[in-house]
């Protein structure tokens, strides 16, 4: 037997317990680096979905406003911790622009870690939208007001004080969304002739 080739065997079989150390010192590295990249990319992707279907609940309202022959508002309330988006008819003699009904509001739940933003981003990061196909002077119409789509399917601003609301809109809108767990942003442009569409901040531009 050939002592020597046995022992030389037995030394390269199994992992030492520094070897092992090391390679599970590599994984938890690796997994402290991955691990929060892949949860940031649900959250980003998850903030897409909801600015996606927030944009086509307000082409529903743009359908049933001209449908009924009404007005429709986009309205916000928080429900059991979670922030709804719902549409609801309202007529100008009524000082109420948003008034939820169980059964004849039609609503969707926004993911608990999206909500909307209180107003458009200020700074830099992010800036707030500009639609640049948008020749209208002053600042576009964000989260602090009521839009309303008229009978005849276009944005308006609701204004409860006045009871008007005039078409075409002087300027357009953009809602924003915000995931506090990912500090990402998103926004749903309403165009003055009621087009839709939905962005997503990638840290330089919206896209």
Request: charged share 15%; with cysteine.
């Amino acid at each position: 037997m050939n002592v020597g080739a046995h022992s030389l065997r037995h030394k390269q079989d199994g992992f030492s317990t520094i070897e092992l150390m090391v390679v599970v010192f590599v994984i938890l590295v690796a997994g402290a680096i991955a691990i929060p990249n892949a949860i940031r990319s649900w959250y980003n992707m998850e903030l897409r979905a909801t600015a996606d279907e927030v944009s086509d609940l307000m082409q529903r309202a743009r359908i049933l406003a001209a449908r009924s022959n009404s007005y429709v508002t986009v309205c916000y309330r928080l429900n059991g911790g979670v922030q709804q988006v719902y549409l609801t008819q309202v007529t100008l003699t009524s000082a109420a622009a948003c008034t939820y009904t169980q059964g004849q509001s039609i609503e969707i739940d926004l993911a608990r870690r999206i909500s909307a933003s209180p107003s458009a981003p200020s700074g830099s990061n992010p800036s707030a939208y500009t639609y640049s196909s948008d020749t209208s002077s002053g600042t576009p119409y964000d989260n602090t007001i009521t839009m309303a789509f008229s009978p005849r399917g276009l944005p308006c601003k609701f204004d409860t004080s006045s009871q008007t609301c005039s078409t075409p809109a002087t300027t357009y809108f953009v809602y924003y969304f915000q995931a506090v767990s990912s500090n990402g942003y998103a926004a749903v442009l309403v165009t003055k002739a009621g087009r839709t569409r939905a962005f997503t901040w990638n840290g330089s531009s919206w896209n």
